[in-house]
């Protein structure tokens, strides 16, 4: 991705102890990035946080999973307050970073999609975009896309599915037989397509940019449901 990381570690809910995180974290890196306590509940605290320390651009997205994600300004550094549930918080992810840091390193996103027919039926209608997960399967004719059952937040959904789409929000579902591109795992798009590229790949620079771009870091500081995350890429690297 063009960036070196670092982890912080789980932190315990407290203001005092996440807030001395965040800015030792906004201290050494170019952005940050948050893992739970993006809600509006007392006890969520990562907005307020992030308030004290720069400017809150939004809280809340119209999107289903991840409405609670929150974007924050702190002097020229994104800080960004992903949601704790670890399937929303990798959508989100893979919604948002990359946008932010191609454009922090001065490079392009390209994205290699997969078209895919529909296998069943998936309902919405609640006013935010709806992101499903889907196992993608080559049936010899074309590919097909079966959506992932079950709740959003769940991890078993993530570590099944080899991509995702989107239904546009004030939308009546989409129905099976559809055919709409999907966002595959980069290892998925290779297989069912034989392309040699990832869907997302970072490595190709800006015309703009005359100049290499300094190398970038950004941390992660988990708030919570870090097992969880951890979890979903072992259950990943076991599949593969």
């Given amino acids: 991705m063009g960036c070196d990381t670092v982890e912080y570690g789980i932190v315990r809910d407290k203001e005092k102890l996440i807030g001395s995180m965040l800015d030792r974290a906004l201290n050494e890196c ?20 992030m308030a004290a ?85 080559d049936n010899g004719e ?27 929000r004030d939308t009546e579902g989409a129905a099976a037989g559809e055919t709409d591109m999907f966002s595959a795992r980069p290892e998925r798009a290779r297989t069912v397509l034989y392309s040699a590229s990832c869907f997302s790949e970072y490595s190709e620079k800006s015309s703009e940019t005359k100049s290499k771009p300094p190398k970038s870091a950004f941390a992660v500081a988990s708030v919570d449901f870090c097992s969880g995350e951890r979890a979903v890429l072992r259950s990943r690297s076991r599949n593969t």
Avoid: W
Avoid at 34 to 49: F, L, Q, T, W, Y
Avoid at 150 to 156: K, V
Avoid at 157 to 167: H, R, T, V
């Fill in 142 to 168: 074309n590919v097909v896309a079966v959506p992932a059952r079950g709740q959003s937040g769940l991890i078993t959904n993530l570590a099944y599915s080899d991509g995702f789409f989107c239904i546009p």
């Fill in 30 to 49: 170019h952005m940050v990035l948050m893992s739970g306590g993006s809600s509006v509940g007392e006890k969520d605290a990562a907005c307020r946080i």
């Fill in 53 to 137: 320390r720069g400017e809150i651009i939004f809280h809340g997205i119209a999107m289903k999973p991840g409405k609670p994600t929150i974007l924050c300004k702190s002097g020229k550094k994104p800080v960004i307050g992903l949601p704790g549930h670890p399937g929303a918080a990798f959508l989100v992810s893979r919604l948002l970073l990359p946008q932010l840091l191609c454009s922090i390193g001065g490079r392009k996103v390209r994205q290699y999609p997969v078209q895919a027919r529909l296998a069943e039926p998936v309902s919405a209608n609640h006013g935010r975009a709806q992101y499903t997960a889907v196992k993608l399967m």
